[in-house]
Structures are given as C-alpha cells and as structure tokens.
C-alpha cells in the first residue's frame, strides 16, 4: 500500500506528539527516580488489591481468584493512566503551558496530536505493566498459559478502545474549566466497577451487568485474562467463545474511535462557538 | 501581623474557587457522580471475597477521606506551582497578606467542592451500599474529623512550600503520592493489617490515624483491626495539626527565601 502524503504528515504528527508526551512526562528528573517514579505508583496501586485481598483471604499465593484480581488492576492501569492524563492533558496545553492556540493554528490536526499524547501514555504504562506482570508471575505464581494469538490481537485492539475513550474525555476538558486534576481518574471509575475488571461481572446488579457487556474494556479483560491464565472465571463471559469476544472488542473498539471523533468534532465546534478554546480560569 | 487583612486575603482567595464552582458546574458531574463508582467497585471486591460487613463501611470512609486527600495534593499543595506557572505567583508575592493567608483561602475555597464530593460518597454508603453505622460519639467523631482535616491541609500547607520551589516535579509528586498514600494509610482496608509498626509509621499521615479513629467511632466491630485507642490517637491528630502547620508557616519562609535567592520564585516552564 502506498503512503499517500496526507497519511505520512498524519503520521508524523502522531509520532512527534508521542515524543512530545514522552518528554513532557520523563525529562523532569533524572532516569533513576524517572524508573523509580514510573514503578512506585502502579505498584501501590496493585498492592492495595493484593492487601484487600490478603486482609480478607488471610493467604496471597496460588488463589485463582486473587490473579484475577491482580492481571485486571494490572492492565487497568493502561485505563487508568491514559485518562488520567488525557483528562489534562488539554487544560495543560491550554492554561499551563499555554500552547494549545498555537497547536490549533499549526496545520497538524489538534485530533492527531491527541492521539499521539493518548499512545505516549500507553507506552510509558506499558513498562509498569511488564513489571507488574513479572511480579505477578514470580511471587504470586500466576499461570503462565499463554496464548499470544489471542493476547496481542486482544492488546491492540483494547489500546484502540482506550485511546478511543481518552480522546472523547480530552474533546470534552475543551469546554470544561479546570477546578482540579480528578476528571479522568473519576471517569476511570466507570470502567473499574463495569469492566470487570477486578471482580467478576457477575457481582453487579442486573443493570450493572447489562452496562458492563456494552463497554469493550469488558471484552478485553476477559481476553487479557483468558490468553495468560488460559481459562475464564467470570461466569458471565464464561460461555462466550475467544472468536466472539474479539469481534466483539473490535466492534467496540471501532465504536470507541467513533464516538471519540464525532465528540471531538462536537466539543471543537462549540468551543470556538463560545469563544473558550483557549481560555484561562485560575480557580 | 494585620488579622483583618490577612482574613480578607483568605477570602478574596476562597471567592473564586466558590463563585468558579457555581459558574462552571461540570465538576458537579466528575466530582460527585464519578468517585462514588470507584468507591462502588472497591465495595464490589469485598461482595466478591464475602468478607465481613464492617469492610464495606471501611471502603466508603476511605472513599470520603480521598476526597480530602485529592484536594489536598491537588488544590492545596500543587497550587503554588500552579499559580507560578500561570503567572499570578508574583502578584501575590508583592501583596502585603501573609501567604498562610492565602492558603488557607485555598483550602476553604476547595473545602466546598471536596466536601460536596465526600457527602455524596458517605451517603451513597449510607443507602446504596447499606453500611450500618453505630456512632459511639458524635462529638469525638466531629473532633477526629476536623482534627484530620486540620493536620491534612497543615500538610498540604506544607507541601506547597516545597512546590514553590520545583517546576514540573510538584505535578508528578502530587501524582505520586495518590495510591501510595491511599496504601499505607488504609484507604481500603485497616491498615493494622500490614503489621503494628508499619501502621505507626504510617501514622506520620494525618489520614492514617483519622481514618482508623472514625471507623473506632462509626463500626464497633472496627477495635479488632485498631492500630491505637480513639483518645490516643486524638492527641496525635491534635498534635500533627500544630506541628504540620508550625513546620507549614517555617517551610513557606524558608524556601520563599531560597527561591528568591535563587532566582525561581516565578520561573516558568521548568
């Protein structure tokens, strides 16, 4: 296939913001405390579930329940990190460093620039994943079946969802004002309790349930989980089979850079409609 | 020291945070609606374990103490860094009120989007998750909450001296010191359970000891995982609130000094 010239300056947007979300967030200190900083906080995060479990269950090693737990939050944190960020990500440029008016004026496509900065992010995450990982398979003797005809589909079409979704929330941050930095790790929260991704669907309500099968963050935990421990535990997945789910993640995930692009286009309008797209408020 | 000044500092600070709240209420939405879920699925892993009903309870108290606590790291303690970036930390350098003032503006300011947040967790606790309280004492529980606060944002205050200082690494600290934080301090669960000594250690958080007083005081079932008695830990808490905002007002001084003698007191884009 040959790379058309729009499709090449595409890319190189992509990449160079990427670059740009990868210096923005590891050259404010040395790489020491930069590897120290990337382990610490998705390991806490991990540990809470591990001590949850542990207060409760008395005992961590080889509990079939417990690397559910631990593979969900693991890969959660892709969720977790790129909302996070990419709920700041637009009040950052906007009113921090104040370069959103320039980005917006340049001819690199603000959308582009977004994905890029969502795949920065998922790029650093993915280190703290790894190490989680190994952790995970060498104290707390997590199966090692894997599958990796299911994994890495599964792993790139639930980074597409994620991207998906980081864009949507950082299309909507174009028209809210910034009273605090919590927007996108409260958003996180619904794919934390809907997802399954940390206790089985089947623990939610009726309502939870049905909510929970329309986000395709579901689909990919389940695969996640399915191509590493080689079997499924959450009952309400349990019938479905691995050809299903991936369909069904891909449907998802093209849903999700769908609606990113149509609230992206929706938030840009009445940005510059209102007169906000480079506002500042120092609440 | 002018009182009358420093107090209408205090409140021509809290003012936009109170008329920036009603202006632009979309964070009614993220603020409110969405950490009831997070809470809600930390509620749904104990469901999951069939542990016992107290850790429900537990779960909700943590939920409301990470309103706090966001606040504190985000709109207390990263706010200096914030103001310097945007370029109003010299106006209220040359200002004549005291900067204790200004950040006690801050903090009242914040206090009403956090609190708004936390009552909105504790009463999705309350009849959502169907926690059962038994309050001992009303008044002990008000004490240990406020005494909490106190020392929180006496942190928080302290902090902000540091961030004064720092470019980029305020952001990333305050991204740090979230789920750590929420680790040994028991966020989740009681945090006796990681060990007595590691708990006491934790206790140099103001929210260690404030979450484990209020779950003595709210769960009767809570004494079994205490790290000390509710009196005990009450002088603690009274204590960290002086020292934290002693060392707070001493900190401010000091590293204002250091940063205007370095030549960073309003640096930007570091």
Same mark, same amino acid.
């Given at each position: 296939m040959a790379i058309t010239p729009d499709l090449k300056h595409s890319l190189?947007?992509? %990449?160079?913001?990427?670059?740009? /979300?990868?210096?923005? @967030?590891?050259?404010?200190?040395?790489?020491?405390?930069?590897?120290?900083? +990337?382990? $610490?906080?998705?390991?806490?995060?991990?540990l809470i579930i591990v001590v949850m479990y542990y207060v409760v269950a008395g005992r961590v090693v080889e509990e079939a329940r417990l690397h559910f737990m631990y593979l969900g939050h693991a890969f959660y944190m892709y969720v977790a990190q790129v909302l996070f960020?990419?709920?700041?990500?637009?009040?950052?440029?906007?009113?921090?460093?104040?370069?959103?008016?320039?980005?917006?004026i340049s001819p690199s496509h603000y959308y582009l620039y977004l994905v890029g900065r969502a795949l920065g992010k998922l790029l650093l995450t993915s280190v703290s994943v790894i190490i989680l990982l190994i952790l995970g398979f060498l104290l707390l003797g997590i199966p090692r079946n894997m599958d990796i005809l299911l994994f890495f589909p599964g792993l790139l079409l639930g980074f597409v969802a994620v991207v998906g979704f980081g864009i949507t929330l950082a299309s909507v941050t174009l028209l809210t004002a910034r009273h605090g930095e919590g927007i996108g790790a409260s958003l996180a929260g619904v794919f934390y309790?809907?997802?399954?991704?940390?206790?089985?669907?089947?623990?939610?309500?009726?309502? !939870?349930?049905?909510?929970?099968?329309?986000?395709?963050?579901?689909?990919?935990?389940?695969?996640?989980?399915?191509?590493?421990?080689?079997?499924?535990? /959450?009952p309400t997945?349990? !019938?479905?089979t691995d050809r299903t789910l991936l369909l069904t993640l891909l449907f998802g995930a093209i849903a999700s850079i769908f609606l990113s692009v149509v609230v992206y286009k929706a938030m840009e309008y009445l940005g510059r409609k209102k007169g906000i797209i480079d506002m500042m408020t120092t609440y | 020291?002018?009182?009358?000044? #420093?107090?209408?500092?205090?409140?021509?600070?809290?003012?936009?945070?109170?008329?920036?709240?009603?202006?632009?209420?979309?964070?009614?939405?993220?603020? +409110?609606?969405?950490?009831?879920?997070?809470?809600?699925?930390?509620?749904?892993?104990? %469901?999951?374990?069939?542990?016992?009903?107290?850790? $429900?309870?537990?779960?909700?108290i943590g939920g409301v103490m990470t309103a706090y606590w966001m606040n504190v790291l985000w709109s207390m303690a990263a706010q200096l860094y914030w103001e310097k970036e945007v370029g #109003?930390?010299?106006?209220?350098?040359?200002?004549?009120?005291?900067?204790?003032?200004?950040?006690?503006?801050?903090?009242? !300011?914040?206090?009403?989007? +956090?609190?708004?947040?936390?009552? $909105?967790?504790?009463?999705?606790?309350?009849?959502?998750?169907? $926690? @059962?309280?038994?309050v001992s004492s009303i008044t002990h529980l008000l004490l240990v909450f406020f005494l909490t606060l106190g020392a929180l944002y006496g942190l928080g205050m302290l902090f902000s001296s540091l961030y004064l200082l720092w470019g980029?690494?305020?952001?990333?600290?305050?991204?740090?010191?979230?789920?750590?934080?929420?680790?040994?301090?028991?966020?989740?669960?009681?945090?006796?359970k990681l060990g007595f000594s590691l708990a006491l250690a934790a206790s140099i958080l103001p929210t260690t000891l404030g979450l484990d007083s209020m779950r003595q005081l709210l769960f009767p079932g809570a004494h079994t995982w205490r790290i000390l008695t509710v009196e005990i830990e009450t002088k603690i808490l009274a204590i960290l609130t002086i020292v934290f905002i002693l060392l707070a007002k001493y900190a401010l001084d000091h590293v204002e000094k250091v940063a205007r003698r370095e030549g960073r007191l309003i640096m930007r884009w570091q």
């Open positions: 190189r947007v992509v %990449k160079t913001s990427t670059w740009l /979300d990868w210096q923005i @967030d590891s050259n404010w200190t040395s790489p020491l405390i930069f590897s120290i900083y +990337t382990l $610490v906080k998705p390991l806490a995060a991990t960020s990419m709920g700041w990500v637009v009040h950052d440029d906007r009113e921090h460093y104040q370069s959103l008016k320039y980005l917006y309790l809907f997802s399954g991704a940390i206790f089985p669907l089947s623990v939610l309500p009726d309502w !939870g349930q049905r909510f929970g099968l329309l986000l395709p963050t579901t689909y990919w935990f389940s695969i996640i989980r399915r191509s590493i421990l080689g079997y499924e535990v /959450d997945l349990g !019938g479905v | 020291m002018n009182l009358s000044l #420093n107090l209408r500092a205090m409140v021509g600070r809290a003012y936009p945070r109170l008329i920036g709240a009603n202006r632009e209420p979309s964070w009614i939405f993220y603020e +409110t609606f969405l950490p009831v879920l997070t809470t809600a699925a930390y509620v749904c892993i104990y %469901k999951a374990l069939d542990a016992p009903k107290e850790f $429900v309870g537990f779960v909700v #109003n930390l010299q106006l209220y350098m040359i200002a004549p009120m005291s900067k204790m003032a200004l950040l006690a503006g801050m903090a009242i !300011g914040g206090l009403f989007t +956090t609190s708004t947040r936390a009552l $909105v967790i504790l009463t999705a606790g309350i009849y959502i998750f169907k $926690v @059962d309280v038994d980029r690494e305020a952001w990333h600290l305050s991204n740090l010191l979230q789920e750590p934080v929420y680790l040994v301090s028991g966020f989740y669960f009681p945090v006796r």
